[in-house]
């Protein structure tokens, strides 16, 4: 790996910490914060995004490179599955069994869904 492709990755995983941040607070801001609903559109689109950007890798659609930084940095730094994690144990803890249930399978079911569509679409494409 080459100190450019280095440096590209970790300041994509910047920016999408960043994305993920601030798309988060947006969807708190509109619809609460009982539910961690911006958490779930974040894993469950990221999850889209880099199956696709496997696909199209796979392809050979796009370069091994920008496989790396738009998967490993951009996404990578997008998606967080301990704040997930994090999530499903404080419903628990308040005694929101159905909520912490539906976030921790839930999120698990629609992310591997959405990976695989993902991928499908960035298969078909080639």
Avoid: C, K
Avoid at 40 to 66: C, F, Y
Avoid at 95 to 116: K, P
């Amino acid at each position: 790996m080459t100190p450019l492709l280095f440096l590209a990755i970790a300041g994509a995983g910047g920016v999408g910490a960043a994305a993920r941040f601030s798309l988060d607070g947006l969807v708190r801001s509109r619809l609460g914060g009982a539910f961690p609903y911006g958490t779930t559109i974040v894993n469950v689109s990221g999850s889209l995004l880099l199956g696709l950007v496997t696909g199209l890798a796979m392809n050979h659609l796009l370069a091994p490179e920008w496989a790396l930084v738009l998967g490993v940095g951009l996404l990578g730094g997008y998606t967080t599955f301990s704040t997930a994690s994090f999530a499903t144990v404080r419903l628990a803890q308040d005694h929101r069994y159905l909520a912490a249930l539906a976030t921790g399978i839930g999120m698990l079911v629609a992310s591997v869904a959405a990976a695989a569509f993902g991928l499908w679409v960035g298969l078909a494409l080639g």
